[in-house]
């Protein structure tokens, strides 16, 4: 699977959209962006994915470039729950069939 | 509720001495997979499975064994634990691979002194 840039780390205030960056500059044209969240002391959460046009649902929105080698999570409106470790993720299935997380943006919320 | 469930959520072992981490999901999902997760490393798969008695390795499945004899059930097994698989791990599934949502279970934290 095609490799994916983030930010180590991002601030933002409550109640602010925030926009979380993500560049996959070599993504293939069967590659599915997925996003996962880790809050602290937990296991990774499904956050949204998308394939070429913008998806949205209830926690959060995904912006996909016109050439897609880059995306934005964008969550409308912040709270301190979601302040946690962003995983954006490409995958398109066959050969070890997992996602590969790498090191995530660490998004901190300030009240 | 719909979820995965791993057992025991923490356990501190010794060097050699055979462990089971037990993970179990309701969704009645085909697709499984064990993630282990360590600082600066980020989670790597170890094993999956896309169904019953059906399994595969993942990234790093040396020291680890599994086993799926039913759909719901998929323990992950360390035969000669070492202190370099101490570690947190977590099971995940979903209906049909990594194209699907996976799901996570709350993760076990493993010490091999």
């Known amino acids: 699977d095609a490799k994916t840039t983030q930010p180590n780390s991002m601030e933002s205030n409550e109640e602010e959209p925030v926009h979380l960056p993500c560049n996959h500059s070599?993504?293939?044209?069967?590659?599915?962006i997925h996003w996962y969240r880790q809050l602290p002391s937990q296991g990774p959460e499904y956050v949204i994915h998308g394939l070429t046009s913008n998806v949205n649902n209830r926690m959060a929105s995904l912006a996909i470039a016109e050439d897609r080698k880059s995306s934005t999570l964008i969550l409308h409106r912040a709270t301190l729950r979601d302040a946690a470790v962003y995983y954006c993720i490409l995958y398109s299935g066959g050969g070890a069939d997992g996602l590969t997380f790498g090191k995530g943006t660490h998004l901190i919320i300030q009240p | 509720e719909a979820q995965v469930t791993q057992n025991p959520r923490y356990l501190i072992t010794v060097t050699g001495k055979k462990l089971t981490v037990t993970c179990s999901q309701n969704m009645n999902h085909e697709y499984m997979s064990w993630y282990r997760q360590d600082p600066g490393l980020g989670l790597r798969q170890i094993y999956y499975?896309?169904?019953?008695?059906?399994?595969d390795k993942g990234d790093v499945p040396e020291g680890y064994k599994v086993s799926r004899k039913e759909k719901r059930n998929f323990p992950l097994i360390l035969e000669s634990p070492s202190p370099n698989q101490t570690s947190l791990y977590f099971c995940a599934s979903s209906l049909q691979g990594g194209l699907e949502k996976l799901f996570f279970g709350s993760g076990t934290q493993l010490s091999v002194l």
């Open positions: 070599t993504i293939s044209g069967t590659d599915y």
């Open positions: 499975s896309m169904n019953v008695e059906v399994t």
